[in-house]
């Protein structure tokens, strides 16, 4: 509180250390376009000195990408233009390579029981967006020191997330560096231990701690509509398929290719693979991926089949059967679950179950507002900055509804004006009520910094993007997120708003 309080009277702002607001960052998601956003409009609040007062700052999907690229580095508020370049250089640069893809694919299904689909998707996917397979941890994030705001991280109940329970408190959860958990109803582990076995309680079983690529593809499972996520899937598994054929042709070269029954049974797959977009030959894999198991690993016992090729069509294969049994079932997000019949919990449906299933908030409502509105974190201004396509007060409205539903404070919306304005937004919209947090809400292209030309930056910064974009499109877009915090007006708004908080 006291580094807030400093950096308050900077801005020639004092307060009492009873009276020191309590300022929330909110960064909407959007995947590869979110996190430079980000990225941009957190370098500029500390250029004109308003990042030291943020306590919080709150993340969904592509805006928790940043977020874990910043603050692997406690002191990242002081280096934002070295971590800016470095951003660039790693995104627009290329450092893929499909030899770690497989590495952390073949890890993954050997080490962990709950392997689902956002194993696939955080490194494969998530890593070719990225451009970087981050096996650092989360826990190693944990600072004291409160040089930066308090990193939250946003997801959701999979299994419990309907249509109707998008406004409901019990599906949302949190990862912090020092905790992961349910806010509702109040369960809770150490980030160390998220992913371990429990029973009332009590620890069963340690597993290793998620490593940030895997918790990048969790936060950022839903960039687009189940089809075009299943679609991608598909034709990453074309390529595993090239590299297949190839690591067979090897394993076999001893053998006489027409007598061997696993060698038919793989031509036969390799057929059926062009029709892999429809469920039912999906289904026909599965089953026949069954069999080729079986008879492969028979294969292996009674031919002298080259080491290393057989090790390589081996883990193959597993990675391969693996996913398509996943994208069969639409798995995502499987984890062990703390709360597995832990009796001090009030909430029957999540204690009943062993495994939780934990997607994209953006399911949900695409900022973060149900974490930064706990009644503890005592947060009375919220900086929300909207990176979304589509309707840029989506997030906001969803919100004021979420609040209506729960009895939690929160300003007044007029939706009239909003929906008049959604094609054109304004570049700040302030929310306030008496007894109720302020909002104030930046869509990242409106009519100040995107004037005549919003749908255009739309469509070139699109959410779902399986490629990354060249250096000048990165800090194209880093000068416009940055545009909406130095912009004069913005700027004396903001610091109105400031100024009401601490009183």
Not at 309 to 333: A, E, M
Not at 413 to 422: C, G, P, R, S, T
Not at 432 to 442: D, G, L
Request: hydrophobic share 35%; aromatic share 10%; glycine share 6%.
């Amino acid at each position: 509180m006291e580094n807030v309080r400093q950096s308050l009277h900077k801005l020639k702002i004092d307060c009492s250390q009873d009276n020191v607001p309590g300022i929330a960052v909110l960064g909407s998601g959007g995947g590869l376009r979110a996190m430079i956003a980000l990225q941009g409009t957190l370098r500029e609040l500390e250029n004109q000195n308003l990042l030291g007062i943020v306590k919080y700052l709150c993340g969904v999907s592509g805006s928790t990408w940043c977020m874990s690229y910043l603050y692997k580095d406690e002191d990242w508020p002081k280096k934002l233009p070295t971590l800016e370049d470095g951003l660039c250089e790693k995104l627009a640069g290329g450092s893929w390579k499909m030899s770690k893809v497989l590495d952390a694919l073949g890890a993954a299904v050997d080490e962990d029981d709950e392997y689902s689909l956002t194993d696939f998707w955080a490194y494969a996917i998530i890593y070719e967006v990225l451009n970087e397979l981050d096996e650092t941890l989360l826990s190693e994030q944990a600072s004291e020191k409160g040089k930066a705001p308090y990193p939250i991280y946003a997801a959701v109940d999979g299994k419990r997330l309907t249509e109707a329970s998008k406004t409901s408190k019990e599906i949302w959860f949190e990862f912090t560096p020092h905790e992961a958990g349910f806010p509702s109803p109040g369960g809770f582990v150490s980030t160390t231990h998220f992913g371990s076995e429990f029973e009332n309680a009590e620890l069963k079983k340690k597993n290793k701690e998620k490593n940030i690529c895997y918790l990048r593809g969790l936060w950022g499972s839903a960039l687009a509509s189940s089809e075009e996520i299943k679609k991608a899937i598909i034709d990453y598994l074309e390529q595993l398929w090239s590299i297949f054929e190839k690591k067979v042709d090897a394993a076999f070269l001893q053998e006489e290719k027409n007598q061997s029954e696993t060698y038919r049974m793989l031509s036969v797959l390799k057929d059926k693979w062009n029709l892999l977009s429809q469920d039912a030959q999906v289904q026909d894999y599965v089953t026949l991926s069954e069999i080729l198991e079986k008879e492969f690993a028979e294969t292996a016992k009674q031919t002298h089949l080259h080491e290393e090729p057989f090790i390589g069509v081996w883990k193959l294969l597993k990675i391969v059967d693996k996913i398509l049994h996943l994208l069969y079932t639409w798995t995502w997000g499987s984890n062990r679950n703390f709360l597995y019949k832990c009796r001090d919990i009030q909430s029957g449906d999540l204690t009943n179950d062993d495994i939780i299933s934990l997607v994209d908030a953006a399911l949900a409502i695409n900022s973060a507002y149900p974490l930064i509105l706990r009644p503890e974190r005592k947060v009375n201004l919220i900086l929300s900055f909207d990176f979304s396509s589509g309707d840029p007060f989506e997030s906001v409205k969803m919100a004021a509804k979420y609040c209506k539903e729960n009895n939690i404070p929160f300003p007044k919306i007029d939706e009239k004006i909003l929906e008049k304005d959604k094609d054109n937004p304004e570049d700040c919209y302030i929310f306030k009520e008496k007894n109720a947090p302020t909002v104030i809400h930046i869509p990242l292209f409106n009519r100040v910094n995107c004037e005549g030309k919003i749908d255009e930056w739309n469509e070139k910064y699109s959410t779902f993007r399986l490629s990354s974009y060249t250096d000048e499109e990165i800090r194209d877009l880093l000068r416009v997120a940055k545009q909406n915090v130095s912009n004069p007006k913005t700027k004396q708004r903001i610091l109105a708003e400031i100024q009401n908080a601490a009183k």
